[in-house]
């Protein structure tokens, strides 16, 4: 009895050694397409994944635990989120932000005021201020209306 308890043992020290799989898929917050080629890291173990063109992405052998997972992507705000990895696989499906300031800095406004207005509400920029204020960004310069479009994927 003894001897299956030790192998019972070894086995389960085992299995918690190799770890488990970490896997998900990334998306544009916003228009819900696949975010492709973005880089997953598990801070905590310095371990990195890339998305794939569909978003994918997936880690094998992760332990379990308490870890921070961040996503960086061109063009996008990075993502920081808590997650806990028991025995069993763990799956997270992510929504990244569009980075917008980046269209605003490189976009003239031909109006200072406009652009300074746009850029102080974008600074503290939130899920719920991007979706209430794009018709406002649309009817303000038609042109960014157009470049939300084409950049980001974003239809009004």
Known sequence: ???????????????AQQGTTVSGTLTNSLSHEPLANATVRIEELGRDARSGADGKFSMTGVPAGAYHLLVRANGYTPHRSEITVRA???????????????????????????????????????????HNHLNYLKDLAPEVGRNFRLLYGVKF
């Not at 019972?8 to 020290?13: H, M």
């Open 1 to 15: 009895m003894s001897v299956l308890i030790i192998a019972l043992s070894i086995a389960a020290a085992a299995a």
């Open 88 to 130: 069993t696989p763990f799956t997270v499906d992510l929504g990244i932000d569009p980075e917008l300031l980046k269209l605003f800095a490189s976009y003239s406004f031909g109006n200072a005021k406009a652009a300074n207005t746009i850029t102080a509400r974008l600074d503290n920029a939130t899920n719920e201020l991007y």
